[in-house]
């Protein structure tokens, strides 16, 4: 029977396999001097790390420096690399993929410093729900650092860049050394007792020994207990202390802590303003609803206003007054109109209307009207009434008519 062929991505597949089984290369610490040390475009560092005899290949991807990497890594730095060892496949090599780098010698503050910082997180000193929110206006701000060197300096002109009118309250304190982190406490609760407005406590950047007074548990508690919120701005932007997640707020540099701390003057002005114009804005709104309102019951007010009310029923008399009139005019044309014509039919009935013409109206001497002549003898005196006067006479001669005999 022959030997079975394998592919090489078999064999490198295999063997990698093999490594990713053995618990003790998944998690494993080398120390070594560090050799060929370069850093790609990408972020990612590679290097060799080597004792008297031998070497090994390391990579450090870009993703893991942030946590993994607190200081410039150079050739012949003696180190110690934690991190997994794993074959690439592609050329069948086998390196040590790193996830911590610290030098060698400080070790043990290292682990000093990640056994405080596990107490304190689950004592719940770094929880963000018990941080305290920065004031946006300051007008005290208290720093803790030293009295002389580049970082008091460099917060005092970024904070008279960024606002003038903040006062800036120092108290000298040793950020190094022995007695470092007493003075940084003592700073601590005297400017708290003091009443500013924000605290910020912060030192140039340095080793991890340099830094080690802003790691001590004095320092955490201290920061943790003050009732002024505090900005730490420890060390480069690649450091990170106790005191940095203690902190209510964790700036990269002690110049960043007073730009997190002190406003832009300008920038406030121009909120001010963008402010004053939107309330502006809105109150003409707010004004132009009211005063169409006003409108509405102004008008809704007149149609129930007495002037207007009796000015309207002016009118209304007005007009019916006009109408009365009209047909009371009517009325007497219509009324002159009937008088003449009941006055034409009087004057035709009146009797004296009858005397022209040669009629008369003839009465006896006791003023009886004589109708027939059969009511008059002779020499009885009679009246006789014309259209301009009476005449009167004696009755000479009687004669009655028969009624053919009568005038027509």
């Keep these: ?90 050329s069948g090599s086998y390196q040590l993929y ?11 503050l290292y682990i000093a410093y990640e056994q405080l910082k596990q107490k304190l997180y689950e004592e719940g000193l770094f929880d963000h729900e018990k941080k305290k929110p920065i004031p946006v206006n300051p007008k005290k701000i208290g720093v803790v650092t030293a009295r002389t060197g580049a970082v008091i300096h460099d917060i005092m002109s970024t904070a008279k860049r960024r606002n003038p009118f903040v006062q800036l309250i120092l108290y000298p304190a040793k950020v190094q050394g022995e007695g470092a982190a007493q ?115 102004r008008f809704k007010i007149s149609e129930f206003d007495p002037k207007f009310r009796l000015q309207e029923q002016k009118m209304r008399l007005a007009e019916l007054e006009e109408k009365l009139v009209m047909r009371m005019k009517d009325k007497v044309v219509s009324y002159q109109h009937r008088l003449e014509l009941y006055t034409g039919r009087l004057h035709g009935m009146s009797p004296t209307a009858k005397l022209i013409n040669g009629f008369g109206y003839l009465e006896d001497e006791n003023g009886v009207p004589l109708t027939s002549a059969k009511n008059v003898k002779q020499g009885d005196k009679i009246s006789i009434t014309v259209s301009d006067g009476m005449i009167e006479t004696t009755a000479q001669i009687v004669k009655l008519f028969d009624i053919k005999e009568m005038p027509v």
Aim: net charge negative.
């Design 183 to 297: 003075t940084i406490v003592k700073g601590i609760k005297t400017l708290d007792a003091y009443g500013v407005d924000t605290i910020i406590i912060g030192r140039g950047g340095g080793s991890i020994e340099d830094l080690w007074a802003f790691n001590e548990e004095m320092v955490a508690r201290a920061i943790y207990a003050a009732k002024t919120p505090i900005i730490s701005g420890t060390g480069h932007e690649v450091d990170t202390t106790i005191a940095d997640y203690a902190a209510d707020l964790r700036a990269a540099t002690p110049t960043a802590a007073c730009e997190l701390a002190v406003p832009n003057i300008r920038e406030v002005m121009d909120g001010i303003q963008n402010r004053a114009y939107t309330l502006e804005t809105l109150l003409r709104q707010v004004l132009g609803r009211y005063q169409m309102q006003l409108e509405q019951y």
């Design 1 to 90: 029977m022959k030997n079975r062929i394998f592919s090489v991505t078999q064999i490198n597949s295999y063997i990698k396999r093999m490594f990713q089984s053995d618990y003790a290369l998944r998690r494993i610490s080398i120390k070594g001097q560090i050799s060929n040390c370069k850093y790609h475009s990408s972020g990612h560092i590679y290097f060799s790390l080597k004792d008297e005899s031998s070497q090994i290949s390391c990579v450090m991807f870009a993703n893991s420096r942030y946590q993994g990497l607190k200081f410039d890594m150079e050739d012949g730095q003696e180190v110690i690399v934690s991190g997994n060892i794993s074959v690439y496949e592609r």
């Design 98 to 108: 790193a996830d911590e780098i610290r030098l060698d010698g400080i070790g043990e």
